[in-house]
């Protein structure tokens, strides 16, 4: 039940940063998503604002998710979005 909520948490994240991207009309991706990378692009930017103003997206998103379940790639991007 805690890997359940854990990614429902996750997706939340994501859905809110997507939602938030699209009513401001900007790009999702950067130029070099890496983590030494300065500038990430706009939505792992803001998965790791969110995560770092809550405490429970702290626990699931990005580093904390498992690596074949971060749900940061375009592919699953896409698909939030035609949802």
């Given amino acids: 039940m805690e890997i359940k909520n854990a990614y429902h ?3 939340e994240a994501s859905v809110t940063a997507i939602r938030w991207l699209l009513l401001q009309g900007l790009p999702f ?3 070099d998503e890496k983590e030494s990378s300065s500038n990430r692009g ?3 930017s803001l ?3 969110l995560s ?3 405490p429970e997206y702290a626990k699931v998103v990005l580093k904390m998710a ?3 379940c ?3 790639s375009p592919v699953v991007q896409k698909d939030i979005i035609h949802a």
Avoid: A, S, W
């Fill in 9 to 11: 948490k996750r997706l």
């Fill in 29 to 31: 991706r950067g130029h």
């Fill in 42 to 44: 706009n939505f792992v």
């Fill in 47 to 49: 998965l790791t604002l």
């Fill in 52 to 54: 770092e103003h809550d």
């Fill in 66 to 68: 498992p690596g074949n």
């Fill in 70 to 72: 971060q749900l940061i």
